[in-house]
């Protein structure tokens, strides 16, 4: 005999890897997926992008959060509804990055 469930119930599990460069400041989260094994996220902050995996944060050479400079500043990454303001389209294992702003 089948039967139908009659509640889900689903666990989410959060860990913190790496606090944000300025936590009093917004910042967003984009995915990059690489390809079928290697997908990253990318933070967003206001000049800046780091970068994370599976494994946890990106590091650099000299064992640093991995971290490059960006154009955009705080209004530049949300926009007026509140929403991400930056566009990610990918092709490929490159991804472009743009706003609508002048930076752009």
């Known amino acids: ?3 139908a469930a009659s509640h889900l ?5 959060q860990q913190s890897l790496n606090p944000t460069k300025n936590t009093s400041a917004n910042v967003w989260l984009g995915r990059f997926e690489y ?8 933070e967003f902050g206001e000049y800046y992008i780091r970068f994370y995996s599976d494994h946890g944060v990106v590091l650099d050479g000299d064992n640093n959060t991995l971290e490059i400079t960006s154009p955009w500043n705080e209004s ?3 926009n007026d509804d509140g929403s ?4 990610m ?8 990055i ?7």
């Open 1 to 3: 005999m089948i039967r």
């Open 9 to 13: 119930k689903v666990r989410f599990i």
């Open 35 to 42: 390809n079928t094994t290697q997908a990253f996220i990318l």
């Open 76 to 78: 530049a990454l949300t």
């Open 84 to 87: 991400f303001g930056l566009s």
């Open 89 to 96: 389209v990918q092709s490929g294992d490159v991804v472009y």
């Open 98 to 104: 743009c706003t609508y702003s002048a930076l752009c």
